[in-house]
């Protein structure tokens, strides 16, 4: 599993002119699935995800989660995160999970986090082509793997 973590001020995802989610100040997340994601790797990051500190304090230092701040969580399917460009300009995407594996991966993983959080968690719509804006705050991205 791959995530890419964005901090926003605000950020929204439409598909086919309808807002499907959308959060005020706290987390974008990109999240990719591959065919051996565990259960164990799905709590491993919502618990990661949840705990970041990369919010800023009284200081002025990144030392508070998306917990800390009462951010919210917006979390979007991307299969394109596990693509592999090494050889030739097209990319593979055979790391990735196909959707009857990747859907309830991501599913799962929604409800994770949404556990961590304590409240819902906003989504995209998987496999839809999906127009996704953000706003990144500071600007912060952070490429999480899972430890598998």
Do not use: C
Request: proline share 7%.
């Amino acid at each position: 599993m791959r995530i890419v973590l964005q901090r926003v001020r605000q950020a929204s995802v439409t598909v086919a002119g309808r807002v499907t989610g959308h959060i005020g100040p706290g987390l974008l997340v990109l999240a990719g699935f591959a065919p051996a994601d565990t259960p164990e790797a799905l709590e491993w990051m919502a618990r990661k995800l949840v705990n970041m500190r990369i919010f800023s304090d009284e200081d002025g230092k990144m030392n508070r989660s998306v917990l800390d701040i009462a951010g919210e969580v917006l979390v979007v399917s991307q299969f394109t995160l596990l693509a592999d460009a090494r050889k030739g300009n097209r990319p593979s995407y055979i790391g990735a999970a196909p959707p009857p594996l990747a859907i309830p991966l991501y599913e799962q993983f929604v409800t994770l986090v949404a556990a961590q959080l304590g409240r819902p968690v906003a989504t995209g719509e998987f496999g839809a082509d999906m127009q996704v804006e953000l706003l990144n705050d500071g600007p912060v991205t952070i490429v999480l793997d899972s430890p598998e």
